[in-house]
């Protein structure tokens, strides 16, 4: 099982560029989440579907806008990047209240200039 | 203040130390407890849950205070595999399903 794929692994970015991350779970998980990492500031929630359909706001959504395609795929798009949003991105998914744990892909690695 | 907090270290041990890592958390709806682990430039991944009776995973123990609010994870005989940072996860459901990162904790295990 490949678990979570995320795509690219590493982009630069110059400001005011857009790009779409993506990310494809193999779980059959109905949870799906976009975490961003800066050093000193852990893992913060950019946004969340709880199920196929649905989408939610995290603790960070400023700035980008995400779609779950279908069950499997759940992609997160900056419409106009900037030097903020260097950082590196974590997709996970998850089976929330049956199974807690949550399974992260490897991340992509952003610089935006 | 951060709802999970952790002391970001480095904690710097010999192999073969004992050494133990507290997460303390704010809100009393917290539920659910997790420890992961994330070595470096890699994803987290769950090392253990944390049980209200405690648990142990070979040399790894994780502990649970609900009075005090923290969790704890004890490593024994420590590795230089085990040289990584150590993230506590906490699951709330006041009202939403919420699952809340700490920081983490860096442990570097020395020769």
């Known amino acids: ?113 | 203040r951060k709802e999970v907090e952790q002391d970001p270290g480095p904690f710097n041990v010999p192999e073969g130390a004992t050494v133990a890592f507290n997460c303390t958390y704010s809100n009393s709806a917290s539920q659910s407890f997790f420890w992961y682990r994330q070595d470096c430039r890699k994803e987290p991944k769950l090392l253990m849950s944390v049980y209200s009776s405690g648990n142990e995973d070979g040399r790894f123990t994780a502990q649970l205070n609900r009075a005090s609010q923290y969790i704890s994870l004890l490593i024994r005989d420590s590795k230089l595999s085990d040289s990584a940072t150590y993230l506590c996860a906490v699951i709330r459901t006041s009202g939403t399903y919420k699952y809340i990162f700490g920081t983490g904790t860096r442990l570097k295990v020395l020769a």
């Open chain 1, 1 to 113: 099982n490949a678990g979570v794929t995320q795509t690219p692994k590493f982009q630069v970015l110059k400001t005011g560029q857009s790009m779409t991350l993506q990310c494809a779970q193999d779980m059959n998980h109905n949870s799906m989440y976009w975490y961003r990492q800066d050093p000193g500031m852990g893992l913060r929630l950019i946004y969340y579907s709880a199920s196929e359909g649905t989408t939610d706001k995290g603790e960070v959504p400023n700035g980008y806008n995400v779609s779950r395609l279908n069950k499997r795929e759940f992609s997160l798009r900056l419409e106009s990047a900037a030097p903020s949003q260097t950082s590196v991105y974590f997709c996970a998914s998850g089976d929330p209240p049956v199974a807690d744990t949550q399974y992260f892909g490897p991340g992509t690695r952003l610089t935006v200039l």
